[in-house]
């Protein structure tokens, strides 16, 4: 059976191990190789997951027994409209089509809901089929964003959105 924890300090390992294992089989088609390391290296360090627990970010961690199978991220964005934003989530390709990245966002949903939250926002890559696992979801396409990240990358996404 699938349980969900929050994440602490020492399970950011764990996050940076699931996240480079699923970058690839999710991004290489569409953004290559050297993109998907630049971005594993300037979103994923143990710096910056520290940081961004320490700035109230919450994991959540799936686990079955001692495998660990997916995570995801959120935070408050706008705090005046209690929106919050889905940064991360992710399922070990293994793992795919076991209903994990459901569990993951309907915790997340309730969540955000039980503290106040008027909706949660997410970025997508326009060309990652999660995105129509987050239309399935209920969440619709508010706008399309071009993000300059550095180095000469961006990501070409789409803010999608789910209103509670």
């Known amino acids: 059976m699938i349980t969900l924890r ?19 089989s999710t991004y290489l088609e569409i953004i290559g190789q050297t993109q998907i390391d630049y971005m594993l290296d300037k979103m994923y360090s143990k710096g910056e997951l520290l940081k961004q627990l320490m700035e109230g970010y919450i994991f959540l961690i799936a686990e079955e027994g001692e495998n660990q199978f997916g995570f995801a991220g959120y935070s408050i964005i706008g705090h005046d409209e209690r929106i919050y934003k889905l940064h991360k989530l992710y399922v070990l390709p293994s793992a795919h089509g076991k209903g994990i990245g459901k569990i993951l ?9 039980n503290a106040g939250g008027s909706a949660l926002q997410l970025n997508v890559n326009k060309h990652n089929k999660a995105k129509d696992f987050y239309l399935k979801c209920g969440f619709t396409v508010k706008e399309s964003v071009k993000l300059d990240i550095g180095e000469g990358y961006f990501m070409d996404d789409y803010v999608m959105e789910y209103k509670f």
Request: charged content about 35%; proline content about 4%; glycine content about 0%.
């Open 105 to 113: 966002i309907n915790e997340v949903f309730n969540q955000v809901k």
């Open 6 to 24: 929050r994440a602490k300090e020492e399970d950011i390992e764990v996050i940076r191990d699931i996240a480079a294992a699923t970058w690839p």
